[in-house]
T-cell receptor, first 113, second 114 residues
């Protein structure tokens, strides 16, 4: 069955610390992978996407993610977190020929000053 | 206006009311989506319209009725809702081609059913 797992429901980091949010997927076809961020009271904003090519993708706000096919993972990273990064982060997977994304349940990030 | 807009931002309704949610996209996209976001659950895709034709209907109860009069506007008509329908309803749009492109989301309508 197709699925996306974000194993960490909550993560707390100190401002300036590095961050890694985990995403694992199960998908039969070649996946298209996305990370979105949702601030309180807002919709989802795309941080980055992977369709093909270089497995390390750069996104907005200093985020990057690495696609590892052997581990079925697409983890999101940021070298130094800012207080404004506190939000909920969603990993999603899609495929060619389908409108349907499968979203993970999200990871809520808290940033300590 | 830019991006995807949704109105109203907040809605409180009784179980016997009829209301509508509105979504408008200013991006020239050809596909629009309704999602339901409930606490501690993944986003649930409700409906997809491509070129104003409904292409996905994910077993959504008939008390939710979508309408897509043109490629820029999407409505979700609500009637006789249940308290468990309280959630954030998100609209999104995308330009569909050979593969899934990123979906652009609106800010959502927070719906409370009393």
């Amino acid at each position: 069955a197709q699925s996306v797992t974000q194993p960490d429901i909550h993560i707390t980091v100190s401002e300036g610390a590095s961050l890694e949010l985990r995403c694992n997927y199960s998908y039969g076809a070649t996946p298209y992978l996305f990370w979105y961020v949702q601030s309180p009271g807002q919709g989802l904003q795309l941080l980055l996407k992977y369709f093909s090519g270089d497995t390390l993708v750069q996104g907005i706000k200093g985020f990057e993610a690495e696609f590892k096919r052997s581990q079925s993972s697409f983890n999101l990273r940021k070298p130094s977190v800012h207080w404004s990064d506190a939000a909920e982060y969603f990993c999603a997977v899609g495929a060619s020929g389908t409108y349907k994304y499968i979203f993970g349940t999200g990871t809520r990030l808290k940033v300590l000053a | 206006e830019t991006g995807v807009t949704q109105t109203p931002r907040h809605l409180v309704m009784g179980m016997t009311n009829k209301k509508s949610l509105k979504c408008e996209q200013h991006l020239g996209h050809n596909a629009m989506y309704w999602y339901k976001q409930s606490a501690k659950k993944p986003l649930e895709l409700m409906f997809v319209y491509s070129l104003e034709e409904r292409v996905e209907n994910n077993s959504v109860p008939s008390r939710f009725s979508p309408e897509c009069p043109n490629s820029s506007h999407l409505f979700l008509h609500l009637h006789t809702l249940q308290p468990e329908d309280s959630a954030l309803y998100l609209c999104a749009s995308s330009q569909e081609g050979r593969g899934p492109n990123e979906q652009f989301f609106g800010p959502g309508t927070r719906l409370t059913v009393l």
